[in-house]
């Protein structure tokens, strides 16, 4: 079943990803949102009680993000920003949360402090950069872009700290990255072929979330359905 939910997420995934190069179309919010629509059926039926909740709230905001940037609407990146900020903090609590779980070895690849350490000081290191280089130009949102900065380094911390296996700091560092095109696109000259790669590393770093959570879940059986 894993397998299969896998291979239908890479096929819509990819399906998107190839509609970009004849982007902007009709109703394109439909298919750019069905990848985290299907990762959210596969959260709601695998997990029970507060982790269902808090990894299904993620993905539901991440969802309404998607939507809501993609619509040609006043203010959409502002309220885009606003669904992402409450996607990150989502993630933030049911990182959080896994401190209350135990799971056997071969679903832990909790790295050691010093890489832990190491990886963080990285990502701090990151987030002053792009906050440098992102903030002077975003004029009137300012505010609501610090904001997000500072969310997304706290996911991201959370994430190396609390979620404890290679899988879901590697979907919250992807996360970091396709903030930082999406960043760079909107306030600075855009990278080559961006939108491919924002929505690339987006959908991989959900992904990695989503099933990175469940299967650290898995060994609490109040949270796990199937």
């Given at each position: ?69 993609t619509l040609s609407i006043k203010h959409s990146f ?128 959900q992904c990695c979330l989503a099933f990175g959570l ?13």
């Open positions: 079943m894993k397998n299969r939910i896998v291979a239908v997420f890479f096929a819509l995934s990819g399906a998107y990803l190839g509609s970009l190069f004849f982007s902007p179309y009709a109703f394109q919010y439909i298919p750019k949102a069905l990848p985290i629509a299907l990762l959210i059926v596969m959260v709601v039926n695998r997990l029970a009680g507060i982790p269902r909740v808090i990894v299904a709230s993620a993905l539901l905001f991440s969802l309404a993000g998607d939507v809501v940037l502002l309220a885009g920003l606003t669904c992402f900020f409450l996607a990150h903090i989502a993630y933030v609590m049911a990182f959080y949360n896994l401190k209350k779980y135990t799971y056997h070895t071969q679903y832990s690849e909790a790295s050691s402090k010093f890489t832990k350490g190491l990886i963080s000081f990285c990502v701090i290191v990151f987030a002053l950069l792009m906050a440098t280089h992102i903030l002077p130009a975003s004029n009137t949102l300012y505010v609501p872009v610090l904001a997000y900065l500072s969310v997304i380094l706290l996911m991201g911390l959370s994430a190396v700290w609390f979620g404890n296996t290679r899988f879901i700091t590697s979907g919250a560092l992807l996360f970091v990255i396709s903030d930082a095109v999406l960043a760079q696109s909107v306030f600075h000259t855009p990278l080559p072929f961006s939108p491919f790669l924002v929505m690339l590393t987006y959908y991989a770093a469940v299967a650290a879940f898995k060994r609490e059986g109040n949270a796990l359905i199937a």
